[in-house]
C-alpha cells in the first residue's frame, strides 16, 4: 500500500503487514493463555514466576468474550470460514462477534462483499448458518 492511500478496512486497505499477519479469534487466545496459565500454576512455588494481574486480566477478557469453549469448535470455526478466502482479521471478526443476519455481517465487515469477491447474501447466510450451528451444539 503506498503512502497516499488511505487505510479503510472496509474495503480491506489495512497495510501489506496486517494482511499477512495471523490473527487470532479470542477463543484461541483464551485456550493458548489457559495453557500457559496452568505451566504459570505448576511453578508457582518459584517467586520469580508470578502471574502478572496483565496476564490475569487479559486471560478474564478473552473468556468472557470468547463465542466457543470447545477447542473442537474453535477448530471448527475457523475451518469454516477459511472456506470463504476471507481475510485473517475479516475470519477473525466474524468468528468473535458472530452475526446472526447478513445485514449484520455486512455492517461489521462490509469487506465482505466487496468488488472482486464471490461472497453473495447467499454464500455469507450458508457461512453464518454453519458456525451458529457449531454453537448450538457445542
Given at each position: 500500500m503506498s503512502a497516499e492511500e488511505?487505510?479503510?478496512a472496509a474495503e480491506l486497505k489495512i497495510g501489506d503487514e496486517f494482511l499477512k499477519a495471523k490473527c487470532l479469534m479470542n477463543c484461541e487466545v483464551a485456550m493458548i493463555l489457559d495453557h500457559k496459565?496452568?505451566?504459570?500454576?505448576?511453578m508457582a512455588e518459584d517467586p520469580m514466576n508470578q502471574i502478572s494481574q496483565v496476564f490475569e486480566k487479559s486471560l478474564q477478557y478473552v473468556k468472557r468474550f470468547s463465542r466457543y469453549k470447545n477447542p473442537?469448535?474453535?477448530?471448527?470455526?475457523?475451518?469454516?470460514?477459511?472456506r470463504y478466502?476471507?481475510?485473517?482479521f475479516e475470519l477473525c471478526v466474524l468468528g468473535n462477534l458472530c452475526p446472526e443476519t447478513v445485514e449484520e455481517a455486512i455492517a461489521m465487515v462490509p469487506s465482505v462483499q466487496s468488488k472482486g469477491r464471490s461472497l453473495d447474501d447467499e454464500a455469507i447466510e450458508k457461512m453464518l448458518n454453519d458456525i451458529s450451528l457449531i454453537k448450538k451444539f457445542e
Open positions: 488511505e487505510e479503510n496459565y496452568e505451566q504459570l500454576q505448576q473442537d469448535a474453535v477448530r471448527q470455526v475457523r475451518e469454516i470460514l477459511s478466502q476471507l481475510a485473517e
